[in-house]
């Protein structure tokens, strides 16, 4: 294995021999000396930018390390946009003074200035980089990491992990991406500090996975339990997993049926990494071999503080020596033996003057055969009229009774189960069912995107087929839509882009695609949607060509048809 080297010296290009590969992409590898020319065009770039903070945002995670390194070197902080959704831009770009990558204005590399720029030693204690979480109330949190920081967790991880990645070509696949933080540790920073090559793969579904692990050569897979809970059983695992080192997983505790469903077919115990963007790495574990109790890295001490939270100190955290406890609470095994987590203590709320536990609710309801997975989120539409919307993933018994009950037998029964919990004042008034949870690129269920399903963009979709790559759903367009204001006044119509807008949504919900569409074709709006009408949506998703086809239509005839274009397979 390659010497370890300090994040602060990874693109001087005396940290590795000029031939070393840093990635292998494309069909190409690319060696150090290159990358860091690239480091020096884009430090060349960001030099000329007025001001300290530049935004990034790339798909390819090669050209992110460069920019990010880049930005150091030039005296500049990164800030990482989490997505390039309306609601994230909007609430990024007035915060920096320029941006790379795919971003609204993006500057370009000076390669013409590359060589006058020679990079020094970074300083671990003023460089830096912001990445955003979601907040409590859906709104981005801003969190600041400094390098020394990031340099600490990644001593950590290959103190613990570094066996596990000690192969000569190693590749790192990846279902998560480098924009947040966990995709950063593995993807980009641990790669570079240990010489190996940078995660340059980004797989989104599990066929493609299949396709990159029956590849010739060692790979580690970085992952996320909403990848890992849905692997279908009828791929050839057997064939691909031939070559795995091993299976990451963060962003929350993976169900202990996905853990030993995916050790099951990729014959390995997932390696989950327990902590936060704002307190990095916390523990670890294995389930096969260390059940549910959590083990802390190296350098992270843990105790229990008298909230029965846990508490942590570490030099993940902005002052090493300070205790911070978290809102996990926990109980302390034997003697060595670490802890196990016992739910989050952060999710009492006020409904009409009761307190409520957001937490409790959930998990009386996971308790129902109909229901897969819960997130309670608390609605406040006027704030003094606060009131809790559940969101529901149905189980297929789930979506059985909701076609033959109803919605409103369907939400008594449901609310049954929560009335020795929950005052009758406080029980959530407002159901969203989905095939899944809405997911980002990390695989996790943001605040936002849960409080987006109970927005009156679209109706609520009653689903009455659901399958792997067929699905129809019922939308009853009611007059108060927030898509019919201003189509037209006096005769609302619902407009195609929003009609566009249902489709990649339904398409989201059904088969858990990202909404990542290149463009539109053969599309046909026939006749207009009015309000009143009830629509059906028929979609079908075709992987293997990268498009979701879709129509609409009603007791009037077609609406709309067409279909949605992801990659460039599609005839």
């Not at 006058?116 to 990445?131: D, G, I, N, Y």
Request: proline share 7%.
């Amino acid at each position: 294995m390659n010497t370890f080297t300090a994040l602060s010296e990874v693109a001087l290009p005396q940290a590795r021999a000029a031939a070393h590969e840093v990635a292998a992409t494309g069909g190409r590898t690319l060696q150090h000396a290159d990358w860091v020319r690239a480091v020096q065009a884009w430090c060349a770039a960001f030099q000329k930018v007025q001001g300290t903070e530049v935004g990034l945002y790339f798909d390819d995670p090669l050209a992110f390390a460069a920019a990010l390194w880049g930005a150091w070197h030039a005296g500049k902080t990164p800030v990482l946009a989490s997505d390039l959704q309306p609601h994230t831009l909007a609430h990024l770009l007035p915060q920096v003074q320029a941006c790379a990558g795919l971003l609204p204005g993006a500057i370009g590399p000076d390669d013409a200035g590359a060589g006058a720029v020679s990079p020094q030693p970074l300083s671990l204690r003023t460089a830096q980089v912001v990445l955003f979480t979601s907040g409590s109330t859906g709104v981005p949190e801003r969190i600041a990491k400094y390098l020394s920081q990031l340099d600490a967790e990644v001593h950590a991880l290959q103190a613990v992990f570094g066996p596990m990645a000690d192969a000569p070509a190693l590749r790192t696949l990846a279902t998560v991406s480098h924009q947040h933080i966990y995709g950063l540790l593995f993807r980009v920073l641990w790669p570079l500090a240990a010489g190996r090559r940078l995660g340059t793969e980004f797989l989104r579904y599990p066929e493609e996975l299949v396709a990159q692990l029956a590849q010739p050569g060692p790979a580690l897979l970085v992952s996320s339990p909403a990848m890992l809970s849905r692997l279908p059983q009828q791929l050839d695992w057997a064939a691909a997993s031939q070559g795995l080192r091993g299976i990451f997983s963060s962003g929350g505790p993976l169900p202990p049926e996905a853990s030993a469903h995916a050790l099951a077919l990729l014959g390995h115990s997932t390696t989950e990494v327990f902590g936060s963007s704002e307190t990095g790495g916390i523990a670890w574990r294995r389930r096969a071999e260390q059940g549910d109790a959590w083990q802390p890295l190296p350098g992270v001490e843990v105790r229990l503080a008298d909230s029965g939270c846990l508490s942590v100190r570490s030099g993940h955290l902005p002052d090493a020596t300070a205790w911070w406890e978290t809102a996990d609470r926990a109980l302390p095994q034997k003697a060595g033996a670490g802890f196990v987590l016992q739910g989050r203590a952060d999710r009492i709320v006020k409904i009409a003057e009761k307190r409520v536990s957001l937490t409790a609710m959930e998990n009386a309801l996971l308790a129902s055969d109909w229901v897969a997975a819960a997130r309670a989120v608390v609605l406040e539409s006027p704030p003094a009229a606060a009131r809790v919307g559940m969101v529901l993933e149905l189980s297929d018994a789930g979506w059985q009774a909701l076609q033959q009950q109803g919605r409103r037998q369907m939400g008594a029964a449901l609310r049954a189960l929560l009335v020795p919990l929950v005052d009758r004042v406080a029980l959530p008034r407002s159901w969203r069912y989905v095939a899944r949870l809405p997911q980002n690129a990390q695989g996790k269920t943001t605040q936002h995107d849960l409080l987006a399903l109970f927005r009156p963009l679209m109706p609520q979709p009653e689903w009455t087929e659901r399958g792997e790559h067929q699905a129809t759903a019922t939308l009853l367009v009611d007059a108060g839509l927030r898509v019919l204001e201003g189509h037209f006044p006096g005769a609302p119509i619902v407009p195609g882009v929003a009609q566009l807008h249902w489709v990649v949504t339904l398409g989201q919900q059904a088969f858990g695609i990202p909404a990542a569409f290149l463009r539109a074709e053969v599309v046909k709006f026939q006749q207009p949607i009015l309000p009143g009408a009830s629509v059906q949506v028929q979609l079908q998703w075709v992987p293997d060509k990268g498009y979701l086809q879709f129509a609409l239509t009603s007791s009037r005839g077609p609406h709309a048809s067409g279909r949605l274009v992801q990659g460039e397979g599609a005839a």
